[in-house]
Nanobody
Framework: QVQLVESGGGLVQAGGSLRLSCAASGRTFERSAMGWFRQTPGKEREFVAAITWNGDSTYYAGSVEGRFTIARDNRQATVDLQMSSLKAEDTAVYYC???????????????????WGQGTQVTVSS
């Protein structure tokens, strides 16, 4: 079991930066690949970024590549998403998710994740 709680969302102007954090509890965090997804009303949740259990590999959606950075601290049981050069189209509810025992190819797929946080709203004003 992994419990996830996101924080750090808010309102920011276009071009600005925001850092999201996901705090995890549970004994399996260190073995979990972690991902960030986002969702806007009427649309399916979409992949943003993911990181392997040991932090050796990271994956990004094309729309955020070069602007967002995912990182994790297994001792603190946290995974962060640093977002820069924000655009209005980045506005969404952002979710943290944990995945156990999957291959790297599964890290971009929402349905391959086992645990989810409650989400945090990010609003980028243009």
């Amino acid at each position: 079991q992994v419990q996830l709680v996101e924080s750090g969302g808010g309102l920011v102007q276009a071009g600005g930066s925001l850092r999201l954090s996901c705090a995890a509890s549970g004994r399996t965090f260190e073995r979990s690949a972690m991902g960030w997804f986002r969702q806007t009303p009427g649309k399916e949740r979409e992949f943003v970024a993911a990181i392997t259990w040991n932090g050796d590999s990271t994956y990004y959606a094309g729309s955020v590549e070069g602007r967002f950075t995912i990182a994790r601290d297994n001792r603190q049981a946290t995974v962060d998403l640093q977002m820069s050069s924000l655009k209005a189209e980045d506005t969404a509810v952002y979710y943290c998710a944990a995945q156990i025992g999957r291959t790297a190819s599964a890290m971009r797929r929402m349905r391959e994740y086992d645990y989810w946080g409650q989400g945090t709203q990010v609003t980028v004003s243009s």
